[in-house]
């Protein structure tokens, strides 16, 4: 497993080792003492979430105030570029934002420490987005962070049509209304 640092040193690139043939490919997903011995992370996730979206559903940005959660997400089947915004008010990347490409060809996975805002578009006719949490999914404590932010200044790739948006991520806040941690 290949382990990259983004901009911001505490979101991560991973790469799982991939063996391909004719036949077609397998690769571990998730292992638990190989994600500690090369993160130097010991999260415990508690819980698999999947979703299914289609082009230019953009979903985000999402955290919990309470019950933060860290998430390693994939994607297997289609592609988005998936970001992560550093929520925590004494950190040095406060309101700054990474950006990755995560599709089921490149295998990919992001690991976004708890303290931070998360969402993603699609940027292929659909995705299949799985992700781990660290823990439970707690809606009294969810936030929600305007996707189209100026303070933060996401670089959304185009994909042809306007975000396609939930009610809830209609009505994000700003970052500068928004709670936040620290």
């Not at 292992?31 to 979703?51: E, I, M, P, R, Y």
């Not at 008010?89 to 700054?96: C, Q, V, Y």
């Not at 990919?108 to 992700?131: E, K, T």
């Not at 396609?164 to 928004?178: F, P, R, V, W």
């Amino acid at each position: 497993m290949k382990v990259t640092p983004t901009a911001i040193p505490d979101v991560l690139i991973i790469e799982p080792k991939v063996f391909a043939d004719a036949r077609g490919f397998f690769y571990e997903s998730f292992n638990q003492k190989a994600f500690a011995d090369a993160t130097g992370l010991n999260q415990n996730f508690v819980q698999d979430n999947h979703s299914r979206s289609g082009k230019g559903v953009l979903r985000g940005l999402h955290y919990q105030i309470q019950q933060p959660q860290g998430k390693l997400m994939r994607v297997v089947n289609g592609a988005v570029f998936d970001v992560a915004v550093d929520i925590r008010k004494d950190s040095s990347t406060f309101g700054k934002w990474v950006g990755v490409e995560l599709t089921g060809e490149n295998h990919r996975q992001l690991w976004v420490p708890a303290g931070f805002a998360h969402g993603f578009i699609v940027i292929s006719d659909s995705v299949d987005f799985l992700y781990k949490t660290t823990d439970y999914y707690a809606p009294q404590h969810e936030r929600c962070i305007a996707w189209n932010d100026p303070e933060i200044g996401i670089e959304w790739p185009d994909v042809g049509c306007q975000p396609i948006l939930s009610g809830k991520d209609q009505n994000g806040m700003t970052l500068a209304g928004a709670e936040v941690f620290g």
